[in-house]
């Protein structure tokens, strides 16, 4: 069983997180996951983008960490971090909607070309790579939930952990895999298929 026992207060816990201290940032990342999500399903009314929402915020918590470094109130700069991403997001939805629309009733739809195929294999086959550098549970938890679709119940019972500890490796799965495509120069290559597995 998951034990997370508040052995520091936040202050410290964000001081150890800066340093790079992952269990620093698990305890966190237990204590307000709950209701980051809750506040993202409120305002979105969909628990698919609360959920990509939480991951984005904690992804980036996790990430840019040193920025934590002059924050005093950990809790408020989550939420407006949070609030941020959401308008965000419903402002994408809108600009997206409108641009598909127009797509529609404006120009026929162009099959990629064959080079920007090419990119997007090559980021594929990146990404199924980096992918193999990831801790072992990290792996297994991404590979479960992005390649085989299941749920986060699905996976907390098929790796016998918590649920809150399946979405805490899928985080930081992303984390990895989104630095490490960065540094390669490949996450400018493509937004196709194989960035869906960075969401």
């Keep these: 069983m ?11 816990l964000v001081e150890r997180l800066v340093k790079g201290d992952e269990a620093a940032f698990d305890a966190l990342f237990h204590t307000y996951w709950d209701q ?51 308008l965000t997001r419903l402002r994408r939805n809108k600009v997206e909607t409108a641009y598909k629309e127009f797509l529609i009733h404006r120009i026929d739809l162009q ?13 594929h086959e990146a990404v199924l790579q980096a992918i193999e550098k990831l801790p072992p549970q990290q792996r297994t938890a991404f590979q479960l939930s ?18 809150k500890t399946v979405k805490d490796y899928i985080v930081r799965a992303i984390a990895f895999l989104r630095k490490h495509l960065y540094d390669e120069g490949l996450l400018m290559v493509s937004a196709g298929a194989a960035i869906t597995f960075l969401k």
């Design 36 to 86: 980051v999500y809750s506040f993202a399903l409120v305002m979105t009314k969909s628990p698919p983008a609360a959920q990509d929402i939480s991951q984005e915020v904690f992804v980036d918590i996790f990430t840019k960490r040193n920025n934590l470094a002059d924050v005093t109130n950990f809790r408020s700069y989550l939420f407006q971090m949070a609030k941020f991403k959401i």
């Design 2 to 12: 998951d034990d997370y026992s508040p052995l520091y207060d936040e202050k410290t």
């Design 111 to 123: 099959q990629p070309s064959a080079d920007a195929s090419l990119q997007e294999k090559n980021l």
């Design 146 to 163: 992005r390649m085989q679709g299941l749920t986060h119940e699905q996976i907390s019972v098929t790796m016998g952990i918590s649920k």
